[in-house]
């Protein structure tokens, strides 16, 4: 089971609200107070400025009480005002801004190379450290890029260029920056620039961690990941949590959240790859389970116990960061995520018990941290975007929602099924984690075909197709015109699966090499559009079958679990060493599922169920009805 955080603003905490804030932490098993609104740093304003005694009091107060208390504060500036700030964010305190490629500045981004700025913040930050917090965290607008669209991708400041010319030896117009840092593959222009972003960041996190220790060197210094601080800032989230923790223990809130899409299965496979990443890194993780901006008119409770839920049966993180207090309004006032988290502790508490010491299964996602320093990039991006705003969408895995919203578990380490890699990823996986097979998509195909894999391509151009004839089905798709599809010249000995059309092209294929390797193979350039799937191209039941029975062909067996024809339906499964297996099924749709018919990899002789009932008849089990946005989950053996 893992940990429960509860995030509160200082503003909804006083000598009324407080012991109900204690009494409702302990029914919802809080054990980390993470307390926000302490200050804006920048602008020197808010409490920690104006009545410090208070921040201190309520710090102490909740450590009495036994909750581990961490201070959270906000960091460089998001670029943009939050939902629930005050007109005083809006000062940036003469600070140095974070200036983009095309010269403009965020009014509400601050560069950390600023000599000023550091030693305010140092400041800042042994104020709070003598409170003794066991933590202090910084916001997720710890980042150099991606601010409220005023510019496009940075920092460019006199200090960020001085280091950057430096680092090339040579004086580059500001003109001519776009063209040698962001078009082509990894130049030492891209290297460079890279590196001095990067260690523009980790320096900050270092000068701050001696700041910190100056005062208490037991107080836990770290930050919140955001998409940019992966790679796209010079560093990544591991390097950067080890810089603030110095001698202490790292810890990382990652980044994916409830709020950010209904289909909130993609927020949890995006938490999942990061947790891998940090796996054997000796960091804390815990996850962003933000229900931002709050309350539930805005944002259901569902999504989040369903996050909640989904991140627990996978094991993934050590901790859930639960937003289930206002941030601007009396502590009574929603309390309806704080109702439904109590009510499902039941649920919970079943899949604990379903998964605890089992292994994930599934089709391995494959997700390289750092892309961007080889991405190949055209001179014209896709849509005509922003560069900035491609590499920041280019975090987001196109390979793991597209099997998560089509019912194929996934797993991020090892698996003895094949393994999804699409885009860039495909210059960076290991050769030999292709053992299995792989599932592709065109640009995959065609960067494996350039390493030297045979995978039944031999070349394919950029092409606009408007409908998708599937051979098996002998039916045909409409209005998938939105989608990046290429025109592939395959292998005589693939099996083509679609066409589309107009012109016939393969669709899709299946292909075994002279090594028996096998790969299902789909015609998309997946980044070559924004993150979020084409109904129509992605989210057909088809598709859901081609994949399905592609996938299997590649493996040389069945899937763990199929449950075909129930849109948006995720399922996440788990094997114990006896062979038995759990699975939890979410079904993120506004349509109940009537009476979910589950085909099993092999025949069971029996069933557990959590939340659900059913019937079992060897390698077929049918369920209950699942609601709309429920949870069922079963173990059988």
């Not at 959270?72 to 140095?96: T, V």
């Not at 065609?446 to 950029?462: F, M, Y």
Request: charged share 25%; net charge negative.
């Amino acid at each position: 089971m893992h940990r429960f955080f509860a995030p509160i603003a200082l503003g909804t905490v006083n000598e009324e609200s407080f012991p109900i804030f204690v009494k409702q932490f302990r029914e919802a098993k809080i054990e980390r107070v993470m307390i926000c609104g302490i200050g804006e740093i920048k602008a020197s304003d808010g409490p920690l400025f104006e009545s410090p005694e208070t921040v201190a009091k309520w710090i102490a107060a909740f450590r009495a009480e036994g909750f581990e208390v961490c201070a959270w504060l906000n960091a460089l500036g998001h670029g943009a005002l939050l939902a629930h700030a005050e007109g005083a964010d809006e000062r940036a305190g003469g600070f140095r801004h974070i200036v983009g490629l095309d010269g403009r500045h965020s009014e509400q981004g601050i560069c950390p190379t600023d000599p000023d700025f550091r030693a305010h913040y140092a400041s800042c930050l042994q104020r709070v450290a003598a409170m003794h917090p066991q933590m202090i965290m910084l916001d997720d607008d710890f980042r150099l890029n991606v601010r409220d669209g005023a510019y496009d991708i940075g920092c460019f400041c006199e200090n960020h260029l001085h280091a950057f010319y430096k680092a090339v030896g040579e004086e580059i117009p500001k003109s001519e920056l776009r063209k040698k840092l962001f078009t082509g593959g990894k130049n030492r222009y891209r290297s460079a620039w890279m590196q001095v972003m990067g260690d523009s960041l980790l320096n900050f996190a270092r000068e701050m961690r001696a700041a910190v220790d100056a005062v208490d060197e037991t107080v836990r210094l770290s930050f919140c990941a955001c998409y940019d601080t992966w790679d796209m800032d010079g560093t990544d989230c591991i390097a950067l949590a080890r810089a603030f923790a110095g001698n202490t223990k790292p810890f990382l809130r990652t980044i994916g959240a409830p709020y950010h899409d209904r289909r909130v299965a993609a927020a949890v496979e995006s938490t999942r790859m990061q947790a891998e990443w940090c796996r054997d890194s000796g960091i804390e993780v815990f996850a962003e389970g933000d229900v931002y901006p709050r309350p539930r008119y805005n944002v259901p409770a569902k999504s989040l116990e369903i996050f909640d839920q989904a991140l627990l049966a996978a094991g993934a993180v050590e901790g859930d960061q639960k937003y289930m207090f206002d941030y601007v309004r009396r502590v009574d006032y929603e309390t309806g995520y704080l109702a439904r988290h109590l009510k499902n502790a039941p649920v919970r508490d079943g899949l604990d018990r379903l998964f605890v010491g089992k292994r994930q299964v599934g089709v391995r996602v494959f997700e390289a941290m750092h892309k961007v320093e080889a991405w190949e990039l055209p001179e014209m991006l896709p849509g005509g975007v922003a560069v900035g705003r491609y590499l920041h969408k280019g975090f987001r895995s196109r390979a793991a929602r597209f099997l998560a919203e089509l019912t194929v578990p996934t797993v991020y380490g090892e698996s003895d099924y094949p393994v999804a890699v699409f885009g860039e990823n495909a210059r960076h996986i290991p050769l030999d984690t292709l053992k299995n097979g792989a599932v592709l998509d065109a640009t995959a195909a065609r960067l494996l075909t350039q390493r030297g894999v045979d995978v039944g391509w031999i070349s394919s151009v950029s092409q606009h197709f408007t409908k998708e004839y599937f051979i098996k089905n002998r039916d045909t798709v409409m209005g998938i015109s939105a989608a990046p599809l290429e025109n592939m010249t395959i292998s005589p000995h693939a099996t083509v699966l679609s066409l589309l059309q107009p012109g016939d092209a393969p669709g899709a294929y299946l292909y075994e090499n002279e090594e028996g390797v096998r790969f299902f193979v789909l015609a998309e350039n997946s980044y070559g559009r924004m993150p979020e799937p084409i109904r129509e191209y992605h989210n057909n039941y088809y598709r859901q079958q081609q994949l399905a029975e592609g996938i299997e062909w590649v493996a040389k067996k069945t899937l763990p679990v199929h449950c075909l024809g129930n849109p948006y339906l995720y399922a996440i499964t788990a094997k114990g060493e006896a062979g038995e297996m759990a699975v939890a099924l979410f079904n993120i749709f506004e349509d109940e599922i009537l009476a979910p018919r589950i085909l099993l990899d092999k025949p069971y002789n029996g069933v557990r169920f959590v939340n659900c009932d059913g019937h079992l008849e060897g390698d077929v089990l049918t369920l209950s009805e699942l609601p709309p946005f429920g949870t069922a989950a079963f173990e059988v053996f």
